[in-house]
């Protein structure tokens, strides 16, 4: 059965930083996309940043400059390191691991930042990111 798990979100002043970690579990996928996405209340998931299993990043572009994505030296690990956070960056965030039937080298990073190419069962339950003051 494949998990995935995200943890460390929290509340943080506009200008702080936080990062997300994601822990994907029960699954032996030798070409798959990784991402992290987030949602409001009300619209839709968007893609904030991906990689692929051939290391290769999509960022989105409200989020460059300030928002990293990595892997783990287990590469069933993914972060997000998140600087710089405004107020707008407040969301329910979630990470995704999914097969791709295809080597990822084939395919433009962007593939793996549309929440759509992902299934059903591909997500974790999120983790709730807060920007206030």
């Known amino acids: 059965e494949v998990q995935v798990k995200e943890s460390g979100g929290g509340s943080v002043q506009p200008g702080g930083s936080l990062r997300l970690s994601c822990e994907g579990s029960?699954?032996?996928?030798?070409?798959?996309?990784m991402g992290w996405f987030r949602q409001v209340s009300g619209k839709e998931r968007e893609g904030v940043a991906s990689?692929?299993?051939?290391?290769?990043?999509a960022t989105a572009d409200s989020v460059k400059g300030r928002f990293t994505i990595s892997t783990g030296s287990a590469k069933n690990t993914l972060y997000l390191q998140m600087n710089r956070l405004k107020p707008k960056d407040t969301a329910m965030y979630y990470c995704?691991?999914?097969?791709?039937?295809?080597?990822?080298?084939?395919?433009?990073?962007?593939?793996?930042?549309?929440?759509?190419?992902?299934?059903?069962?591909?997500w974790g339950k999120g983790t709730l990111v807060t920007v206030s003051s």
């Open positions: 029960g699954y032996t996928y030798s070409s798959y996309c």
């Open positions: 995704a691991v999914g097969p791709l039937g295809v080597e990822s080298a084939t395919l433009s990073p962007l593939y793996c930042l549309r929440p759509g190419n992902y299934g059903e069962d591909d």
């Open positions: 990689i692929t299993s051939d290391g290769r990043i």
